[in-house]
């Protein structure tokens, strides 16, 4: 030890570093080794210089234990019941040699205005700094710079003064939150309306950073938020009319009587606005929340992408850092953000390429409670933001009962977030007036805290009562602060008898659309085929310097060029770069996002090729010719299903005119991110009128590969349609669920898209085997112009009038009944294929079938069990009795034992071939 510190001494004089205190420790605890006594000799130091160091250095170690550890005494809980000891071990200054009395240099050590004082002086700012209403988490930061800049900021708090107006501000927003809560209650008792009583000092969170992004290059932020306060905010700060939302409490609805759609209930109000700073305008979207706590988030992180994109924000730009135009803000409960996997996938996001956006600055509502459920039974970790850690963002703890100190960390927090682009979380420690919402008795579990919270006085009067002490306010003030928003709710209330929802839907980027008639439309999807030529060649042309891997060249490069080159055999890798490559053509931008799609899973795709020498990317795509102004962006994705799928649906809402497209690894690895089809992408439009033309392709076959990789659960997106298999829904359905089965339908699909003027999700399920299947392939004139997706693609072999047996099928199975049809010479047997089942194409399946007139066999054949896929669809749709066929119903999707693998798939090709019309009859 003392060799390592004398090296210390040699390199760098008499100056003891940082990196070398715990040798100081040493040096202070008898003299070991004779420490003391070699360096005086050795290195010639003065015996008082040596001390003045020593002590230096032993100060730096104590300034480190507070920036560490004093979070642990600190004074952040407004309505603690339980005695918290103050005693922490690493703050004792006996532990590094000091009495109070002792005199040390403050200067470049601690940010004192002072040069030098006493370790009682020291103590005394520390605490000030570190342990009192605001403590904070950072010295775990990546960075020397972040570590530095975020302790000398946080100890500048304790000198910052907040001028008469600006407390005035804040009282009159609390006041208002209060005074809104109370008039609900007053008006509307029995509404849950999840009120911000005991977290109203957010309100001093959401004025300063909206002053603050307008004293920035921001133009837009995007807020994610949950229930709580949400309604305090809307009215309170975003523009929301009352008279709007007193209308909705007497049950009237959201949207005008033009829209079909069934609107959400009141907690998930939204505002997009424009908030006036002097000349300065900036606009807050506040997103529609579902109540899936933090399932809005990474939806949140999405659309402020899409924003970026538009704005040409960060990398999208020139010379611009992502978030200098738009910001992400999110609002959490305590439990939520703790409990929820979907805010670790977020922020394992945050940083990762083409899904970065600058940094989020993160408020956590923290009521110390749950539903009904304490903190300390919430959680395994101290804090509820401990999960801030994994990515080392800071976190700020702040007592709630202190609105001015929430102001002030709001500014720290803003501005780390500005300099460093990066996550950062302020932990709001607040309580909650009532139970989960207004109805329920919190006393029935927590007894204790709550005899605390109805013994108190309110945030919002305590700091009234402060001003009015401190003769900033009048009693006066506060009650003509409070009468003044009692009177004009009580004239948005009166207002509300006669409110109209506003058509304020379908703006600004989604002025030209529509929400689509009553009828099936066909949209012209073909391209011009010296289009397509050009195309195809620009989609595999790379830089002559770059080293493309031997196999690709030969497999996908040579041989995309020879079918182009001859326009037949167009697989289905090349028919999805016409499509991608077509639309970029057409000014429109396209993203494809998911783990591993640069390559695709099954190594069919390679949109994204890798320099076998220098590691370097290139899409070619985005080379197809020196103009281009639209471009495709290429996200392999984290391992993640919920958050990614969430981000790409967010960035879906945002432009009409990006096509987002989401690729699962497999197909069934959508369940991961279930939640998001469920309040999102199936139900969006119907609650909010949000249109997403969000593309979700889902690999699917049964190929032996056992129970987690055959199936997409085709079942589970039926059951989530609206389509009543009638004329009469056609493409106003909530999504569309399709099984194309040759590469221009998947072609015509991609492109229509983008070509319609409505946006709806699209669901494909995608095949494996058939990307590289001899017999699936198809023909530039299958995507030529006049052509388009077909809902049901007819028999083009069998004759009508020998045909007995009809087989209604669909995707890859198609192939598998046509070979076996073919090896067993059946000649009365037609196969009809299903391409869309939502919108269900009943008309057009009705018409195909009555080719057959002859046909007394009706068979619907699957691979999927019984009680899975698209079998339920059939029964009673097209005026026929008809037979399933398929795998017997099973609880997994497919057994995990090839050799009866093989035996169910012999059975389920060849018994359609085999069901006689007598037994149909029977």
Not at 383 to 398: E, G, R, S
Request: proline share 4%; with cysteine; charged share 25%.
């Amino acid at each position: 030890m003392h060799s390592y510190l004398c090296g210390a001494y040699c390199s760098k004089g008499y100056n003891i570093f940082k990196n070398f205190t715990l040798g100081i420790r040493y040096y202070h605890s008898e003299n070991v080794f004779g420490f003391k006594r070699k360096i005086r000799n050795i290195y010639r130091v003065p015996e008082d210089v040596l001390e003045y160091q020593c002590r230096d250095s032993n100060f730096y170690r104590l300034v480190t234990a507070y920036k560490q550890h004093a979070h642990k005494c600190s004074d952040i809980n407004p309505v603690s019941f339980t005695k918290t000891s103050s005693v922490v071990p690493e703050l004792d200054i006996q532990r590094y040699g000091f009495s109070e009395n002792d005199k040390v240099r403050f200067k470049g050590i601690i940010n004192s205005d002072k040069e030098e004082g006493t370790i009682g002086e020291a103590i005394d700012f520390l605490s000030k700094a570190y342990c009192k209403t605001v403590a904070a988490e950072f010295l775990y930061l990546e960075s020397e710079e972040e570590r530095e800049w975020f302790s000398k900021e946080l100890e500048a708090l304790t000198y910052k003064t907040l001028n008469k107006d600006t407390k005035i501000s804040i009282a009159k927003e609390l006041l208002k939150s209060q005074t809104f809560d109370n008039f609900l209650a007053k008006k509307f008792t029995g509404v849950k309306r999840y009120g911000g009583e005991g977290a109203e000092s957010m309100m001093a969170f959401f004025s300063e950073i909206f002053r603050l992004s307008s004293q920035d290059t921001i133009e837009e932020i995007v807020l994610a938020m949950p229930h709580r306060g949400r309604l305090n905010l809307l009215t309170g700060m975003l523009n929301f009319p009352p008279s709007q939302m007193f209308s909705k409490l007497k049950g009237q609805p959201d949207f005008p009587s033009k829209y079909r759609c069934t609107g959400d209930v009141l907690s998930h109000c939204i505002s997009s606005t424009d908030l006036e700073f002097g000349n300065k305008s900036i606009h807050v979207s506040l997103l529609y929340n579902p109540s899936h706590l933090e399932a809005v988030n990474p939806v949140s992180m999405g659309k402020t992408r899409g924003k970026q994109l538009i704005s040409k924000d960060g990398d999208y730009g020139k010379g611009l850092r992502w978030g200098d135009k738009i910001i992400n803000i999110q609002v959490h409960g305590d439990a939520a953000i703790i409990g929820q996997g979907v805010n670790q996938e977020c922020l394992s996001l945050s940083g990762a390429p083409h899904f970065e956006i600058g940094g989020s600055i993160h408020l956590v509502v923290n009521n110390q409670l749950g539903f009904t459920t304490p903190s300390e039974r919430g959680r395994s970790s101290l804090y509820c933001t401990d999960l801030a850690k994994m990515i080392a963002a800071p976190v700020i703890h702040v007592n709630g009962d202190y609105p001015e100190d929430v102001l002030k960390v709001t500014k720290l927090a803003f501005d780390y977030q500005r300099k460093f682009r990066k996550e950062v979380f302020i932990d709001l420690n607040c309580y909650r007036q009532w139970g989960h919402n207004e109805m329920d008795d919190p006393t029935f579990t927590n007894p204790t805290l709550y005899e605390v919270i109805r013994s108190r006085r309110t945030v919002p009067d305590l700091y009234a009562d402060q001003l009015v002490k401190d003769g900033i306010l009048t009693q006066k003030d506060c009650k003509d602060i409070v009468d003044d928003h009692f009177n004009w709710l009580n004239e948005h209330l009166k207002a509300a008898e006669s409110y109209k929802p506003q058509d304020v839907y379908f703006k600004k980027h989604w002025k030209e659309f529509v929400q689509p008639d009553d009828v099936i439309t066909t949209w012209d999807t073909g391209i011009d085929l010296d289009l397509m030529t050009f195309i195809g060649s620009k989609s595999v042309k790379c830089p002559s310097h770059f080293e493309i891997h031997p196999t690709l060249l030969r497999t996908h490069v040579k041989n995309r060029l020879s079918r182009i080159a001859e326009g037949v055999n167009i697989d289905w890798a090349t028919a999805e770069a016409l499509a991608v490559g077509s639309l970029l053509f057409e000014g429109y931008n396209v993203r494809i996002s998911g783990q591993d799609v640069g390559r695709g899973t099954f190594s069919q795709r390679h949109m994204m090729l890798v320099d076998q020498q220098s590691n370097n990317i290139f899409i070619p795509l985005n080379k197809i010719h020196p103009d281009q102004t639209a471009f495709l962006e290429i996200a392999n994705s984290i391992l993640s299903e919920e958050a990614v799928l969430g981000y790409e649906y967010g960035m879906s809402i945002e432009s009409p005119m990006n096509l987002i497209i989401w690729e699962a690894q497999f197909g069934d690895f959508f369940n991961g991110a279930q939640i998001i089809f469920d309040t999102f992408i199936s139900s969006g439009e119907a609650k909010w009128l949000w249109q997403s033309g969000l593309t979700i392709l889902l690999p699917h076959g049964y190929e032996g590969a056992g129970p987690e990789h055959s199936s997409c659960r085709l079942e589970r997106f039926l059951q989530l349609t609206d389509s009543k298999e009638t004329k009469a829904d056609a493409d106003n359905v909530n999504m569309q669920v399709c099984q194309p089965s040759t590469p221009a339908q998947y072609f015509h699909l991609i492109r229509r898209q983008m070509v319609r003027n409505f946006r709806k999700p699209l669901i494909i399920v995608t095949p494996k085997i058939l990307l590289r299947h001899s017999s699936c392939v198809s023909n530039f004139a299958d995507m030529a112009p006049g052509t388009y997706f077909k809902t049901v693609i007819g028999d083009p072999i069998a004759d009508p009038s020998t045909v007995q047996k009809v087989l209604l099928t669909s995707g890859k199975h198609y192939y598998s009944l046509s070979e076996k049809r073919e090896s067993m010479g059946v000649k009365d047997a037609a196969i009809i294929r299903v391409e869309s089942f939502c919108p269900f194409p009943t008309l057009e399946l009705r018409q195909e079938i009555s080719k057959y007139r002859t046909a007394k066999v009706f068979v619907w054949c699957q691979e999927e069990p019984q009680n899975m896929g698209a079998w339920p669809r059939f029964e009673n749709l097209i005026g026929k009795k008809i037979i399933y066929c398929g795998r017997d119903a099973q609880s997994a999707p497919a057994v995990g034992v090839g050799s009866l693998h093989q035996q169910q798939v012999s059975e389920i090709v060849s018994k359609p071939f085999l069901i006689e019309s007598d037994s149909y009859k029977n």
